[in-house]
């Protein structure tokens, strides 16, 4: 990776929610750097947190849910401390989300136009010509076929993908410094996907963004990500670029989630390798390793110790009491 | 794959012939969805039949008419020889018995109100009356560890167990009455890959155990491949490719297929890179309902500029020995991508 400042640096971020049996932390300390133009994939399955990150980088965590703890430092200032003010103009201006489901993001009464010169203007001082006219730059620039004349349509009238695509359009429209997208496909059918994907990818490279990409999906994040970080119960459980986490994954849980897909040339006569029992609930994390319940190469320490960041040659982090062991395995 | 014998009737449990369903979109019947549209194929006794297809496709409406929770508009279902929709109300409740269907979402289909016990056992109760509590008790219980529940979850609310554990639920709810033939729609798609890895498993290892038949519904091509015997591609209400799945993946035909099969990313990001240009073969969907003519694919195939693509509509034929294609111009990816190529450079697409 480059010695370039980062524009995002996360430190022991903490969501929690108190409830009436007990205060729980879906999130338990996730550190990690965003540079300029990176394209960072985190990956998990629901419940491993990785949502709830996204939602608490934009303070959009619904009540009770609270960050407990750490900082978000965008270009140096950290967002946990900023007023709900400051932080509505962050929002949307250097920090964008484009959520899961666009039907339910937009409003359904009013036409994506004026949705879109709404975000432009909330963020800039322009005349609402100027704003529509950049508005239908926008929806041209995001695929959108004849923008002019789709300006005043509502979102019904549009496709999933479309109306995706309206989201995008929206999300850039203030230039953003970092977009979020929390499974920005997973709503859109195959085809739609791979064409979404590839205009994210060509959006990110012409306005200079860097994307933190939020996927349960490890083949989207394949196709699209630098960089990928392994959520489970809660913690990054392993770091890496991307190509060398597919291929040679150091922590037992990448290994056993990259098993355990049906891949599209797996050999159909063999059973899939499942990882048993299930991920735990926040209020029940494990003693010690919160895998080592379902890890094949668990062994005593794993019961007890919590396992603390291993840094591996190669700039690799993952927080496995074999961590060194099995990467020097797969090096050698 | 060894040579495999020329199908005889006792080896077809159902048999789809012309079906459609029309969903009319105004009072007088003049506009009407066709959600399904003419659609033929048979399922044999003991493979599963994968039907691949994507949102709006028609794949779940077809699967309720194979177990007459629908209507059809035109055509027939035949089960075991019977057509079911001759059938009267009572003998329709004892041809229940032989299929059962499995949803997608195992928290809206299982009553929040009732015990893992009280679900599973509620179609013995229905079709097997007969049976006293303490047999339906160890029914129960069999069919826990059948599924890879244990004993003590029989008292358990869905509230309390996990998306994968209501979805073993679900399946042993669907095999307590002993069903030949089993509809699974899209019943892995709400689950983590953990868990679906799980479910994939166990739903082929009961296949193997008690002789079932299946009719798997998904949107996702690479379970549906290791699922499925055969396969069925459904687009906007037709079936516009069928095969052995040795076929559908080693020399798909149609064009959407190729679409589907080169939109599937893969966990490998030097794979990845290799396939990016492909993504270039299908244009965005259309809205939902709206009347194509010609091939109804055409508005996003690389080929659809062509004059008899935009008015007849191909019918599903031969391409190969049991494999068929509903195009104009069948042929392999890479021809088509050739093929492509010189259209788009001849005649520049506004």
């Known amino acids: 990776m480059s010695e370039q400042t980062p524009i995002l640096d996360v430190r022991d971020l903490h969501v929690e929610f108190p409830l009436p049996g007990g205060t729980i932390t879906p999130v338990r300390g996730v550190s990690f750097t965003l540079d300029p133009r990176q394209r960072l994939g985190i990956v998990g399955e629901s419940g491993s947190g990785k949502s709830l990150t996204a939602l608490s980088l934009m303070r959009l965590l619904s009540p009770p849910g609270r960050i407990g703890g750490g900082e978000v430092l965008l270009d140096g200032q950290d967002l946990t401390k900023l007023s709900e003010r400051e932080m509505a103009r962050v929002r949307g201006g250097k920090l964008a989300l484009v959520y899961q489901d666009p039907m339910s993001s937009l409003n359904p009464v009013q036409t994506i136009g004026r949705q879109i010169v709404e975000a432009i203007r909330t963020h800039e001082d322009v005349s609402r010509r100027a704003a529509r006219d950049r508005a239908i730059d926008l929806l041209g620039e995001v695929g959108l076929p004849q923008p002019a004349k789709r300006f005043d349509s509502y979102p019904h009238q549009f496709s999933g993908g479309m109306r995706q695509r309206v989201m995008i359009a929206m999300a850039i429209s203030a230039g953003p410094d970092v977009l979020i997208a929390d499974e920005p496909t997973t709503a859109l059918d195959v085809t739609t996907q791979a064409r979404i994907i590839d205009l994210l990818g060509r959006l990110v490279d012409e306005h200079d963004m860097a994307v933190i990409l939020i996927t349960h999906d490890l083949g989207v994040a394949a196709s699209f990500c630098d960089d990928v970080h392994v959520m489970y119960a809660g913690r990054i459980v392993e770091k890496s670029s991307s190509e060398p986490l597919f291929h040679q994954p150091v922590h037992p849980y990448t290994e056993a989630l990259l098993n355990a897909i049906c891949r599209l040339d797996f050999d159909v006569t063999k059973p899939i390798a499942a990882i048993p029992g299930q991920p735990p609930a926040p209020q029940a994390i494990p003693e010690g390793c919160p895998f080592h319940p379902r890890c094949p190469y668990a062994f005593q320490k794993c019961t007890g110790d919590v396992p603390g960041v291993t840094v591996l040659p190669n700039g690799r982090e993952a927080e496995c009491h074999l961590a060194a062991d099995r990467a020097g395995a797969v090096v050698a | ?350």
Request: neutral net charge; charged residues 25%.
């Open chain 2, 1 to 350: 794959m060894s040579a495999v014998p020329a199908p005889v009737p006792e080896q077809e449990l159902v048999v789809i012939d012309g079906l459609s369903r029309h969903f009319p979109l105004d009072k007088r019947g003049e506009q009407v969805v066709r959600a399904v549209d003419d659609v033929s194929f048979t399922i044999r006794r003991g493979e599963t039949f994968g039907l691949v297809g994507e949102s709006g496709s028609g794949k779940s409406t077809l699967a309720r008419l194979l177990l007459r929770l629908d209507k059809p508009t035109a055509g027939s279902v035949h089960f075991d020889g019977v057509d079911i929709a001759a059938l009267s109300p009572r003998e329709l409740r004892k041809l229940r018995w032989r299929m059962q269907i499995v949803f997608q979402d195992p928290f809206a289909s299982l009553n929040r109100r009732r015990t893992v016990e009280q679900t599973i056992e509620m179609p013995l109760r229905v079709h097997q009356p007969e049976l006293k509590s303490a047999e339906r008790a160890a029914r129960v219980r069999e069919l826990l560890d059948l599924v890879g529940l244990r004993a003590n979850h029989a008292s358990a609310y869905p509230r309390e167990l996990s998306g994968g554990q209501c979805q073993r639920v679900s399946i042993a709810r669907a095999l307590s009455i002993r069903p030949e033939f089993v509809v699974l729609d899209e019943a892995v798609s709400a689950v983590d890959v953990s868990i679906q890895a799980q479910i994939l498993n166990l739903l082929r290892e009961l296949q193997g155990r008690l002789g079932l038949t299946y009719l798997f519904v998904s949107h996702d091509l690479s379970v549906v491949r290791y699922m499925s015997n055969t396969i069925g591609v459904m687009y906007h209400g037709k079936l516009v490719e069928l095969g052995t799945r040795e076929q559908l993946f080693s020399s798909p035909r149609h064009p959407y297929t190729h679409g589907l099969l080169a939109s599937i990313p893969l966990p490998d990001p030097e794979l990845e890179r290799e396939r990016r240009r492909a993504h270039g073969l299908v244009r965005d969907e259309v809205a939902a309902g709206t009347e194509v003519p010609g091939c109804r694919f055409h508005p996003r195939c690389p080929l659809g500029t062509r004059e008899v693509c935009r008015t007849v509509e191909p019918p599903l034929e031969l391409v190969g020995a049991d494999h068929r294609a509903a195009c104009h111009f069948p042929q392999s990816a890479e021809s088509l991508a050739r093929e492509a190529a010189g259209e788009s450079a001849a005649a520049p697409v506004g």
